[in-house]
Every structure is written in C-alpha cells, then in structure tokens.
C-alpha cells in the first residue's frame, strides 16, 4: 500500500520561509505525481493551493510556490503571517488513476 | 465562480447506505471531473473517488466495494453511495470539482455525517 508522507509538525517564525515535504513510503515524487497542496484551518473546507506541482489555484498570492525538491514535493511558503498557521495537506497521483493524500503538517507561526 | 453545496441526512444507522448530493452552481457540471473526500473528526483528508461528466468513476481501493458515484447533468448534480456503514465511516463529507483526474480545486462547505442507531 502507498503511504504519502508529511511532517507531521513544523514551525515558523512571522516573516520567515519554510518548506514542507511530501513523499512516498517506497519511489520518488516526480511530475508525473501531480503533487498538489491544501491549506485547512480548523472547522473549515480545505482550500487549494498549488496543483500540477506549482501552478498556484486562483487568488493564492505568490508566497506559496510549489516544487520538487530531491525526490520529493515541496511547498514553500516565504514571508510566513499569523494567518498562515493551518494543517497543510498534499496529494500524490499514484497512477491507476488514483489519487492519495498525505497526513497532512501543523504549521504553527510563533 | 463555480459553487458546490452537500445535501444529504446528517446521521445514518450503522449498516445501511449513506447517501449525499452535490449541487454545482455557477458552472455547468460538464468537461471536468468531480470528487468526493472526507474526513473523520480530528483526522486527516481521505480521497474517496472520483466521476468524470460522462459517467466514467475510479475509487478508492480502500472503499471501491462499498461505494458509488453517479452524475446528472441535467441536474448539475453528482452523488455519493456508500454502503454497509459503520462507526468508522463517521466523517465530514467534502465534494470538489477538479483539475483532471489529479487534483481538487474547488470544495464545497462539507457535511458531516454520523454513524450511529
């Protein structure tokens, strides 16, 4: 079975860059994973971020860029606010026309 | 701005089927792919399977016995069948249109769905 793996936590300083990770329990992420990203705060629907590895979804500003990194995805986030504190998920197309989603990372902002 | 609403009952008694709809609005429900995800509470976003305008589906290997997808497009509309719940299948339910058959990008609200007699 697939496992799609991502920090579980992960903190941030106001004004600073981090980059979260999302890979596979067995292979390397690569394009044809089709990494995307989603942000969610607590009691909300998930908003998309980033799909096709780094085209940015409509109205998300250009702190949030997309990319692989190694032999996984990334997702970088550059001048972190108070706002930007969510769980943050991805999702690997893993073929068969399957999709799967990481565990997701708490990004705290402190 | 397309916009998507779950409709359906809030709690199901173990082992029969859960049942939910998701109205589209603002854009038409054909030329794209549409999903459903859900999330148990306090947990994380499980991929449930996908319906593409046409009729075509892919599910979930985890849930592929238990589920379906079916679409009506004079509707705008595509629903959700799953079978022989339990406990476990308590969640809240997400639909989103999507970006091929690889990713989501847009969600509706969510509803949340309990098991339980």
């Not at chain 2, 609005?25 to 999903?35: K, L, M, N």
């Given at each position: ?110 | ?16 089927t859960l049942s939910l ?28 399977g996908y319906i593409y ?65």
């Open positions: 079975q697939t496992v799609v793996t991502q920090e579980p936590s992960f903190s941030v300083s106001p004004g600073g860059t981090v980059t979260l990770t999302c890979g596979l329990s067995s292979g390397s992420v690569s394009t044809s994973s089709y990494p995307s990203w989603y942000q969610q705060t607590p009691g909300q629907a998930p908003r998309t971020l980033i799909y096709n590895t780094n085209t940015r979804s409509s109205g998300v500003p250009d702190r949030f860029s997309g990319s692989i990194v190694g032999n996984k995805a990334a997702l970088t986030i550059t001048g972190a606010q108070a706002d930007d504190e969510s769980d943050y998920y991805c999702v690997l197309y893993i073929g068969s026309d399957i999709r799967v989603f990481g565990g997701g990372t708490k990004l705290t902002v402190l | 701005q397309v916009q998507l609403q779950e409709s359906g009952p809030g709690l199901v008694k173990p082992s029969e709809t998701c109205t589209v609005s603002g854009g038409s429900i054909s030329g794209y792919y549409w999903s459903w995800i859900r999330q148990p509470p306090g947990k994380g976003l499980e991929w449930i305008y046409s009729g075509s589906t892919n599910y979930n290997p985890s849930l592929k016995s238990r589920v379906t997808i079916s679409v009506d497009t004079s509707k705008n509309q595509f629903s959700l069948k799953l079978s022989s719940v339990t406990a476990a299948d308590t969640a809240v339910y997400y639909c989103s249109r999507d970006n091929g058959n690889t990713a989501m990008l847009s969600w509706g609200q969510g509803t949340l769905v309990t098991v339980s007699s």
